[in-house]
Structure formats: structure tokens, C-alpha cells
């Protein structure tokens, strides 16, 4: 037994296991599973792009042009269950499998086994997801929300959609205990909590809030499917049911949900500007408490989903003042990084340009997301393009944005080769005018009046509605040229050295780059 | 880029923002016209009380976010490698950091208070002066006036429904109101408290006019309570506002607020027609030619069906099947008759019930013989037959 565990490990020094699907398939190496979620997530964020560019194809003037109403419908579902369970989760899941293990100074992940199911679970999931496109009645469209009783009206899709949620929602769990397990107990010695980046705290955090609410999302979605096949009335009011009790549970998994895709970008941002800024983070314990904040807030916040459906007022007034309560950890955040780059000596690779436009771009969402705390005018805000353009700034310049950021940040330690800098600022540029372009006028649409969701719509929005299309298009566009740098950065380029940034910090920047299959088998030292 | 080049980006992007700011309030007068870009005021107390918590709201927002982008920008202009800065070395400051937490506090508080005030003033449905009942369906509303003998109900109206077929010849842009105009206008009196009671059929729809200053969700099994108190006689425009089907986007709300002396007249109106929705006599049984049937039942055709089954009844998947060479169409004529008297339970297929004799004669005549349906023996549908079926 000893002996053969001791082959076992010998073999490993070598690198990766010969043949194409023994190392991929199998894999339970730390390094090729991040590489795999993040494929993925970049596959699934064409997939959801597509699917916008459809949307906004549609909305490009007046009239319904190209799709059908029902199809129109079944685009903006799926664009956004693609996006937040495809495109963003994973990319974040895959920089947390690369990242934790060699910013703690782990040799693996603490499950390697679990890891590798938690990823091909994802790829299973989402072809029960997609392959509602071509059935019967098409794929879901009642959107991401999946409210009852409209959810319940879908066709073939239906069953479909909740296993395929199911089958999510175990992976993410899964893979979220694997980090918990990994940060808490392979840090490298001298490696205290207090002393972790940042990146990796709000990794420990967002997993917290995933375990704690993917299950309650499972539930939810669980008493669907027993009303519509088993006669159960949880959501019916026929049967002595609520529909808005569905809203109640699947917000108290939706909001710490929206945080799940947030608080990951906030550790990438930590990460690069104090790099670029060649400072260290400003208030590095504030940030951990302001991110702790944020998470134990966002299980209290749910109602503000729900200002519409007739809450009483005490509720009504509860969840305002809790909601407004979140852009006191948030501010902290953003005059953090502030401070940081203030009396810094910067430069500007394309890295620090896509964290700086976070900072600034996620403080407009943020400060839309104050308004929209506000009960009273939420009554107006709610269900508009208002809403959309505020939680498309949180989560394209937010999320999105710190992925790109991350990418760029951390390409050169993946591949051994520096990317095109040149190009990695054409991108930057052209994303951050397009995607203002793409969302900012959509403010304005919704402040005048246009409702989400919806395939056609009055003149008066005719000219915001193209502008934002043109933004779009664009923004898509030009995401090719994404995939093209790293395909570039992949294949060669200038040789990377070990510290990569001249300001970087943390354990990861002592490997050599690339970094070995296997890094840290000997524990280093954290002073 | 150097020092100046900087700075003229930044003066223009002020510039920018600026402008679009007081194109914003430029705005606020006549919501409706193109480049729309703020809240609308509104004619009720509530929605005064929305825009101004709007606008207060949206100033302090936007200083913060000036300050933040100033923040950011003198950082980048000033603490640059290539101007030679070199790096500091703090990384915390307790006093500071009190203060960036305390102040957002403060400033929140300050908002709270007057937002507290507002929602408990927009929860006040005492006192009311008239209710109306206010039924959302796939996809149409429904009024009823509690105090009167009023019913009727409110879709789409026909030349906008014509324009947004898809490969229509109507190019939306010659109909007036397009999307935003419906058959049957609610009719309400102004300077007077109007509780509205809101619920739907079949899925959470939501009721909206930004003019009135809210929008409440319709709940299938529940009620909710709104009110309004229109101060300005006019016609206000809206949309429902909770993703409800495929037709979610085509079922306008038109309000139109008149004074009370003229509301009385449209009342008497009404309740002498006692059907507000159509202009015919419920008790008249006596039979129609082929020409009127087939006339009235386009007509009804095209505002009740065509959504889902579509302008050349071809239907849309499983859910809203052809009705071209069916069965159902084609077959029994009782059988035929009460699917659209009774609707088919289980499905989206709704009873119309509701509308009239010669209205349902005249659509199920259409039916069975449009689209080459009446090579398989088309026939026709008499106002009796209907009353019969009933």
C-alpha cells in the first residue's frame, strides 16, 4: 500500500499524464481543472453573448424584426442562466482552482477527486440546458426567475430545467466545499488567515454563501416540479399555495447569489492595483470585514427583489434600510482602492486599465443599486431597463470586467509568455467604450418608461434602444479579439519571468513561468 | 498620453456628462417625446413624491460618483511611474477609515427618513373615494368599477397589433402611440382618491403607468391594494411591467383621467350600453349574413387570437396549436362551440365567454373557413347558435 502510493506520487513529478483524455478527463490536478472551468466559462460567455446578440438584434428598431415574441423570450432566459451559471460562475471557480493552491501555498486542492466531478458535472448540466433550444415548445422562457405559475406553462423544457439547475447547483456546492476544505486547512505554515490575499478571502467567503444557499435554490425549484407532476399547490393559490412565497425562497438563494458574483472580482481587484499601483492595499483588514459584511447583508436583502408584489410596509421598510446598508461595506471598498493608487507610482498594462474601469464603472451600478434601494421610487425603477442597465454595470464592468482583468494579470504565470500588450489595450478600450455605449443609455430608457423583457416597444425609445444595440454589437465583436490574445499568449511570445509584474506580491510570483504541474510538494515558509 | 491630453479627455467627458444631465431635466415637462431620459413627474401626489426622492437621490448619487471619478483621475494624472512618482509606503489609516464608514452612513440615514415618509404615505389606502378592480390575463386587462356597473376589458389596439406582426406591411412608426394604445381606455375621474384592487387569472402580470407614480404586481388567488389621486385631466400611458408570456410586451394600459362632470357623463354612457367593450345589442339573436360574420370575426380575430395562434392560424408550437385542417375546429360543431365558451382547462386556451353572441358567431364562422379551412366543409355560426350553447 505504502509502496504503491509512493509510485503513484513519483509518477506525478513528471507532469501530466500522456494521452488526451487520461489528462483532461481524468484530471484531478488543480492547474488543469482551473484551465477547464475557465474554458468553459469563456465558451459558455459566447454562448450568452450570442444569445444577446440576438436581443439586441431584435431591439434595434421598432417592430418585431427578426424573432418571434416567444423566442425573443426564451433568449433572455437563457442568456442569462448561460451567463450567470455558465459563463461567470465557472470563470470565477476555475481562477479560484488555479489561484488558492499556490497562493496559499497548497500542493493541490484539498478533494482533487471531487474537484474533477465537480467540473464535468458542469458540461452535463448545461446539455440538458441547451438542448431545450430545439424541443417542443422551446427552451425556458419564463425568465432566469423561473416564477410560477408562468414557469409552469413552459413545455418539454420544463423538467429539464430544474435537473439541469439541479445538476448546477451540485457542482457549485461540490466545488465551493472544496475550496472551503482547501483554505482552511492547506495553508502553507506561517500562512495566517489574516495574512491570505485577498483574492483568497473573498474566495472562503463567496463559497460560505454558496453552500449556504445553492441548496435552498435546489428546494425551490424542487416544489415546482411537484406542483407541476405531483399534485403538490406550494405556488398554487387554487390549492391554498402562494406564488409569491416561490419569489420569497428563490430570492434568498437570488441575492446572496448576485453577491456570489461579485465578491471574487473584488479579491481580483485586490490583487492588481496594489501590483500596478507598486503600493500595498490600503485598510487590508477593512476589506476583510467589508466583504464579510457584505455577504451576512445579503441574506437579508432578498425583499427588495419583491417591492412590487405587496409586502406589508413594516417588510417593505425592513428590506429598504437593510439594502441601503450595503453601500457602507461596499464605499469602504471602492475608497480603499482609491487610497491605494492615491501617492502609488502606476503604470497602466491592460490588467491595472480593466481594474481601474471596475473600480469606476462598478461604482456607478453601485450607486444605481442606492436608488434602487429605495422603496418608494422602486415602485417606478422596478422591472425597467433601469434595472438592467444597473445590474448589467455590476456584472459586465463588475464580474466580467475583473475576469478580463484576472486574465490578463495572471496569463503570463499559466503559459510562460507574456501577452501582446498592444492588443491587450485595444481590447480594453474598445470594451470599456462599447459596453458604456451598450449599457448607459439604457438608464435612460428605463427611467423614461420601456419595461424589460419585452421584444418590441414604443417610439420613443427608438433612438436610445439602437444606440445601445450599436454598443452591443460592438462589445461582442470585439470579445474576439479576446480570445485571440490568448490564443496568441498560449502559443509564444516574450519569455515571462518568475515575478511577472515588477510590483507583484504573494507566493504565486516566487514559481518559475510557467508554473509546474505540481507546485509547492514542500510547504514554503510564510513569514 | 501626456498632462494635456489628459486633462481635455477628462474636461470632455465632464462636458458629456453634463450635458446629458441637463438634457435630463430639459425632459421632465414632456417625458413622452423621443431622447427621454428621467422619471416622469407625474399627476398624482405619489408619483410627486417618487420624482422628488428620485431627484434627491440622484443628485447625491451623482456628486459621490463625481467624486469618485475625480478621485480616480487626479490619481492616474498624478501618480504616474513615467512623471517619476515614486511609491508611499501607508497602507492603513484608522481615522480615515472611520470616516469613509460613518459619513456613507450619515448620508444614507438622511435618505431613509424622507423615503421612509413616502412609503408610508403610497401604504395609505384608506379614505378612497371609488374603487376600481383591476384583472390582469394572458394578454389583456380587465376593469370593473366596484361603485358602477361597469365591466369591460382593455387590450392592444387593432392598428398596432396589425403593425407588429412579424413581416407586417404597417411600419410601427405610422401608428400614432404605437404599443401604447389599447381598445378600451379606464376611464377615471380626477381629484378624486381611487383605490385600485389588483389581481390577474392566470400568471403575476404587473400594472403600470409611470404617470400614476407605481407599479403594483397582479397575483393570480390574491389581491393588492394601490391608489391614485390624478390631479390632471389627460391620457396616460403604460405598460404591464412582469414578464407574463409571450405577449408580455403587447398589453398596453391607457388611463384616461377626465373631469368629474364629464367621468359622470361617460358613466351614464356606459351603463346605458352595459357593455363598455362592444357596440352591439347583447340581446339581439336574429341571424347575420356570411359577409358580417365573416367581418366581425376577422375583427375578433385579430384582437383575441391572432397572438398565439398567430395571423394565418398556423399557431406556435405545442402550446398554441394550428387551427388550420384541426380537429377541434373542424369536427363537432358543439364541441367546437365550447371551446370557446368554456376555454380547455389545463391549458392556456381561455373561455371568451365574456364576449358577445354575434362577436363569437362571427369568429367561430372565421375560423372554420379562413386559411382554406372551409374546403373541408365550411360552415357558419348564427348568433342563436351561440345563445344556445351558453
Not at chain 2, 408580455?248 to 391607457?254: E, L, S
Amino acid at each position: 500500500m505504502t509502496a504503491t502510493t509512493h509510485d503513484t506520487h513519483d509518477d506525478h513529478h513528471h507532469g501530466p499524464p500522456a494521452g488526451f483524455f487520461k489528462r483532461w478527463l481524468f484530471t484531478t490536478n488543480h492547474k488543469d481543472l482551473g484551465v477547464l472551468y475557465m474554458l468553459f466559462g469563456l465558451l459558455m460567455f459566447f454562448v450568452g453573448g450570442a444569445m444577446a446578440m440576438v436581443i439586441r438584434a431584435e431591439l434595434f428598431q421598432p417592430g418585431l424584426n427578426l424573432v418571434d415574441p416567444h423566442f425573443f423570450n426564451q433568449m433572455t432566459t437563457m442568456h442569462a442562466l448561460v451567463m450567470i451559471f455558465g459563463g461567470v460562475m465557472p470563470a470565477f471557480t476555475g481562477l479560484a482552482n488555479w489561484l488558492i493552491p499556490v497562493q496559499i501555498g497548497a500542493p493541490d486542492m484539498a478533494l482533487p477527486r471531487v474537484n474533477n466531478w465537480a467540473f464535468w458535472l458542469l458540461p452535463a448540466g448545461f446539455v440538458l440546458l441547451l438542448a431545450t433550444l430545439f424541443m417542443p415548445g422551446g427552451a425556458p422562457a419564463g425568465g432566469w426567475t423561473m416564477y410560477p405559475p408562468l414557469v409552469l406553462q413552459l413545455g418539454d423544457a420544463f423538467p429539464f430545467l430544474i435537473f439541469a439547475v439541479h445538476i448546477l447547483g451540485i457542482s457549485s456546492i461540490m466545488g465551493s466545499i472544496n475550496i472551503v476544505a482547501t483554505i482552511l486547512n492547506m495553508r502553507a505554515p506561517g500562512m495566517t488567515l489574516m495574512k491570505m490575499p485577498l483574492f483568497v478571502w473573498a474566495w472562503l467567503i463567496t463559497a460560505f454563501l454558496i453552500v449556504a444557499v445553492m441548496p435552498v435554490l435546489a428546494g425551490a425549484v424542487t416544489m415546482l416540479l411537484t406542483d407541476q407532476y405531483f399534485g403538490t399547490s406550494f405556488f398554487n393559490a387554487a390549492g391554498g399555495g402562494d406564488p409569491v412565497m416561490f419569489q420569497h425562497i428563490f430570492w434568498f438563494f437570488g441575492h446572496p447569489e448576485v453577491y456570489i458574483l461579485i465578491l471574487p472580482a473584488f479579491g481580483i481587484v485586490s490583487a492588481i492595483i496594489p501590483t500596478f499601483a507598486r503600493k500595498p492595499l490600503f485598510g487590508y483588514s477593512s476589506m476583510v470585514y467589508a466583504t464579510a459584511s457584505i455577504a451576512f447583508l445579503s441574506f437579508i436583502v432578498w425583499g427588495h427583489h419583491m417591492f412590487t408584489v405587496g409586502m406589508p410596509l413594516a417588510g417593505q421598510l425592513f428590506f429598504m434600510y437593510a439594502t441601503m446598508l450595503v453601500a457602507v461595506p461596499t464605499g469602504v471598498k471602492i475608497f480603499n482602492w482609491m487610497a491605494t493608487m492615491w501617492q502609488g507610482s502606476m503604470t497602466f498594462e491592460t490588467p491595472m486599465l480593466f481594474s481601474i474601469a471596475f473600480v469606476l464603472l462598478f461604482t456607478i451600478g453601485g450607486l444605481s443599486g442606492v436608488m434602487l434601494a429605495l422603496a418608494p421610487v422602486d415602485l417606478q425603477y422596478h422591472d425597467t431597463y433601469f434595472v438592467v442597465a444597473h445590474f448589467h454595470y455590476v456584472l459586465v464592468t463588475g464580474a466580467v470586467f475583473s475576469i478580463m482583468a484576472a486574465v490578463y494579470f495572471w496569463l503570463p504565470k499559466w503559459t510562460g509568455h507574456m501577452y501582446d500588450e498592444k492588443l491587450g489595450k485595444w481590447h480594453f478600450w474598445l470594451s470599456t467604450i462599447s459596453v458604456n455605449v451598450l449599457f448607459f443609455p439604457q438608464h435612460f430608457l428605463g427611467l423614461a418608461g420601456m419595461p424589460r423583457r419585452i421584444p418590441d416597444y414604443a417610439l420613443q425609445f427608438a433612438e436610445f434602444n439602437m444606440i445601445s444595440s450599436i454598443g452591443g454589437f460592438v462589445f461582442g465583436l470585439t470579445q474576439l479579439l479576446f480570445v485571440y490574445i490568448i490564443i496568441k499568449c498560449v502559443r509564444g511570445g516574450q519569455k515571462a519571468t518568475s515575478e511577472v509584474w515588477e510590483g507583484a506580491r504573494g507566493l504565486e510570483w516566487t514559481l518559475p513561468s510557467p508554473a509546474p504541474y505540481h507546485t509547492f510538494e514542500t510547504p514554503p515558509v510564510v513569514k | 498620453m501626456n498632462h494635456n491630453k489628459l486633462t481635455t479627455v477628462f474636461v470632455a467627458s465632464t462636458a458629456l456628462l453634463a450635458l446629458l444631465f441637463s438634457a435630463g431635466a430639459a425632459a421632465e415637462t414632456d417625458w413622452r417625446r423621443p431622447w427621454g431620459v428621467n422619471l416622469p413627474e407625474g399627476v398624482t401626489s405619489l408619483s410627486q413624491v417618487a420624482y422628488s426622492m428620485h431627484m434627491l437621490t440622484f443628485w447625491i448619487v451623482t456628486v459621490i460618483g463625481i467624486g469618485v471619478f475625480a478621485g480616480v483621475f487626479y490619481s492616474v494624472w498624478r501618480f504616474r511611474k513615467s512623471q517619476g512618482a515614486k511609491p508611499a509606503t501607508w497602507h492603513h489609516s484608522t481615522a480615515v477609515e472611520i470616516v469613509w464608514t460613518a459619513v456613507p452612513f450619515l448620508i444614507l440615514l438622511g435618505i431613509a427618513i424622507p423615503a421612509t415618509q413616502a412609503m408610508i404615505k403610497m401604504e395609505d389606502t384608506g379614505n378612497y373615494d371609488m374603487t376600481i378592480k383591476v384583472t390582469g390575463y394572458q394578454w389583456m386587462w380587465e376593469y370593473e368599477y366596484l361603485d358602477e356597473d361597469i365591466q369591460f376589458f382593455s387590450r392592444l389596439d387593432r392598428d398596432s397589433d396589425r403593425a407588429r406582426q412579424r413581416n407586417s406591411d404597417i411600419r410601427p412608426r405610422d401608428v400614432e402611440h404605437y404599443l401604447l394604445n389599447v381598445d378600451n381606455p379606464l376611464v377615471v375621474p380626477v381629484n378624486t382618491k381611487i383605490r385600485f384592487l389588483l389581481t390577474a387569472n392566470d400568471v403575476i402580470h404587473s400594472w403600470w403607468v409611470p404617470e400614476l407614480g407605481w407599479k403594483k404586481d397582479t397575483i393570480p388567488g390574491f389581491i393588492n391594494e394601490a391608489w391614485a389621486d390624478i390631479q390632471e385631466p389627460g391620457t396616460y400611458r403604460g405598460q404591464c411591467a412582469e414578464l407574463c408570456g409571450r405577449d408580455h410586451g403587447f398589453m398596453p394600459i391607457v388611463v384616461v383621467a377626465k373631469t368629474q362632470e364629464d367621468y359622470e357623463a361617460w358613466v351614464a354612457e356606459q351603463t346605458e350600453d352595459s357593455n363598455g367593450d362592444v357596440a352591439v345589442d347583447e340581446d339581439d339573436l336574429s341571424d347575420m349574413d356570411m359577409d358580417d360574420l365573416m367581418a366581425v370575426g376577422e375583427d375578433v380575430y385579430g384582437n383575441q387570437c391572432m397572438a398565439c395562434h398567430q395571423a394565418g392560424g398556423e399557431g406556435m408550437g405545442d402550446m398554441f396549436p394550428a387551427l388550420v385542417g384541426s380537429d377541434k375546429v373542424l369536427g363537432d360543431r358543439d364541441a367546437y362551440k365550447s371551446v370557446l365558451i368554456d376555454g380547455i382547462s389545463g391549458t392556456t386556451m381561455q373561455s371568451f365567454a365574456n364576449l358577445s353572441n354575434q362577436e363569437l358567431a362571427g369568429v367561430l364562422t372565421y375560423v372554420r373557413n379562413a386559411w382554406g379551412n372551409d374546403e373541408d366543409g365550411g360552415d357558419e355560426f348564427q348568433p342563436a347558435d351561440v345563445e344556445a350553447a351558453r
